[in-house]
């Protein structure tokens, strides 16, 4: 008695599309000023970045080293921006994760040195006699 033959059927594609013939989740082509990370130039105003400021500016109560040279305003493909900054010195964390929320609009997450929550959603009024 022979086995019968597993029957292969065409599944539909589940994702949804952005633009004609684009699904969501394929990567769009990288932005020219990617290319700008992997020059010589680059990783010498990088060095020069981390030298001057070799710790995290982000991290408060502890010492973290930093390894990331961060655009503290956002240069979006800006060359004159790219090249002379303003700079800052940051861990991979809060580079990947704190700046770019507050980048995108978000919140900062956390408190203050004092303990007050940042973004405002807090107030002591009423709390003194």
Known sequence: MSRPKPQVRTLQP??????????????????????????????????????????CRMCKSRITVATVCDHITPHRGDPILFWNGPFQSLCVNHHSSAKQRL????????????????GGGWSNK???P
């Open 103 to 118: 980048e995108r609009g978000g919140k900062q997450r956390g408190c203050d040195e004092s303990g007050i929550p940042h």
């Open 126 to 128: 009423g709390s003194e």
């Open 14 to 55: 589940r994702m949804g599309t952005i633009e004609v013939g684009r699904p969501i989740g394929t990567l769009s082509p990288s932005p020219a000023y990617r290319s700008w990370y992997k020059t010589a130039r680059w990783q010498k105003l990088r060095a020069a970045q981390l030298q001057r400021e070799p710790l």
